[in-house]
């Protein structure tokens, strides 16, 4: 037989693990995107924005348009996901940004400590997860179903 504790302790787990960790996802994206928002509003995005024109360019997307992509991908992303405002396409967003991230990386190796792919991995599955869950049941969205 199960403790009354431990009954108590799995119901209040399901109930707030997943909110838990959809928060938590979504505010440690936001610094990212901050940043690189903060970078291009005092001029300083130079450097990433001819990256990614040297990397991904083509004509339809320029370095200019992909760096306010991901920069805005990152910040508002981050804060919907964080309270499960429009999840699944916030959720998916990222994970596609973290999907190239990653096949940048490659070539480094596994270890993010020698610029490897693990930590775009990581947030590219954690984000990829909540898209298929969705925003759970202490969300904005959960008001609006």
């Given amino acids: 037989m199960i403790n009354p504790f431990q009954r108590n302790l799995d119901s209040l787990g399901n109930y707030f693990s997943y909110p838990i960790i959809r928060f938590i996802t979504g505010i440690l994206l936001i610094p990212h995107g901050y940043g690189k928002l903060e970078k291009g509003w005092n001029g300083n995005l130079d450097g990433f924005i001819s990256f990614l024109d040297k990397e991904f360019s083509n004509p339809l997307f320029t370095g200019f348009f992909l760096a306010y992509l991901i920069a805005f991908t990152e910040f508002l992303g981050g804060i919907c996901i964080a ?46 997860a909540i898209f298929l869950r969705g925003s759970g049941e202490m969300s904005i969205d959960k008001r609006f179903r």
């Fill in 83 to 128: 309270f499960g405002f429009f999840t699944r396409i916030a959720a998916f967003s990222v994970t596609i940004f973290m999907a190239f991230a990653v096949l940048y990386h490659l070539p480094h190796g596994f270890f993010w400590s020698k610029e490897g792919y693990e930590y775009p991995l990581m947030w590219g599955v954690i984000t990829f």
